[in-house]
């Protein structure tokens, strides 16, 4: 079943349903008005009728009846637009979130796919290396491979959990804060070791700046500092380098990850940082990822008072500068 089909017929559907809801509904206002006029006018015409030619208040009459209709008229005018103007708004505000609903349904699916397939391989890749440990007989080399590689795996299943735990905690605001004096550029320095080890045919350009300090969560920047190096390594060519740069800019320490990769389309440059968001569709996705990482950097950001932009790396890439203001 071709699924991306099936999402794009239940949205227009949806939107058909609704836009003949809000055709029938403004109608109705239509129908209300004009029946409304039509029934002010018969009442003006049986007015005038039970007036008498020969009814020496005839001229005063008369006005206050054609006053009465065009007071009337206003009144219904007035009404009615006030009315039409605030169910109108109120739809434009209901089809938003209808429409914004029925895309985080389908980010949350996504984002249902990918941790499927996250904690899937990492598990099987597991559990056939310990298997082929216990049933075969191996050399210390190769017992030492499968072990790295089983490691390797737990750590990837446990970046993953942390990911998640940290979100959700976040989100609700219950994070227990133990923010303290780190050494930013010592930070980074011992993250990007730690992700060269993992990945040693990953070259990684740095740049950092000695005597960064900042306040804040060291688990937190840690955190955010590996998800943007990890997110570079998951779209540049293995033959490109990432650049790594911390440095001081007047009053701020910027962290700036650089990657050669594909870039991101201007459409969705506004979108990277939101939950569950991953660009293209999850059913042909090749590379790995929840659609956490780039939200939880944004998180954590936002949790020490810093910034976080996307820009254009010329001629191709991305760029991520997070700003700490110090």
Request: net charge positive.
């Amino acid at each position: 079943m071709n699924w991306k089909l099936v999402k794009i017929n239940k949205l227009k559907l949806v939107s058909l349903i609704y836009w003949v809801f809000l055709t029938y509904m403004i109608a109705a206002f239509i129908w209300w008005y004009v029946s409304l006029e039509k029934q002010n006018n018969e009442i003006a015409a049986i007015k005038f009728q039970s007036i008498q030619l020969s009814d020496p208040s005839l001229a005063a009459k008369t006005h206050a009846i054609q006053y009465f209709q065009l007071r009337k008229t206003k009144q219904f005018v007035g009404e009615g637009l006030t009315f039409l103007l605030l169910f109108l708004l109120g739809a434009i505000y209901v089809y938003r979130s209808l429409m914004k609903q029925l895309r985080y349904a389908d980010q949350q699916q996504n984002f249902m796919m990918a941790v499927t397939h996250e904690l899937k391989t990492p598990i099987a890749i597991s559990h056939l290396n310990i298997e082929t440990l216990l049933k075969r007989e191996l050399d210390s080399t190769q017992q030492l491979k499968l072990l790295e590689a089983t490691l390797k795996e737990t750590k990837r299943l446990d970046h993953l959990s942390t990911n998640i735990l940290l979100t959700a905690q976040l989100d609700m605001g219950q994070y227990e804060a133990n923010k303290q004096l780190v050494n930013l550029s010592e930070l980074v320095r011992q993250t990007t070791k730690s992700f060269q080890e993992r990945y040693p045919s990953r070259i990684c350009n740095t740049i950092i700046e000695d005597g960064m300090d900042i306040q804040g969560e060291p688990l937190l920047l840690q955190l955010l500092i590996n998800n943007l190096i990890d997110n570079a390594n998951k779209y540049a060519p293995v033959t490109e380098p990432i650049y790594i740069h911390l440095q001081s800019h007047q009053n701020t320490v910027q962290l700036i990850v650089k990657d050669q990769g594909p870039g991101i389309a201007a459409a969705d440059k506004n979108k990277v940082f939101e939950k569950f968001y991953r660009v293209g569709a999850e059913s042909t996705r090749t590379t790995k990822g929840s659609g956490l990482g780039l939200y939880l950097c944004k998180k954590i950001a936002e949790f020490h008072n810093a910034t976080i932009q996307l820009t254009a790396n010329i001629p191709t890439g991305s760029i991520f500068t997070v700003t700490f203001f110090i």
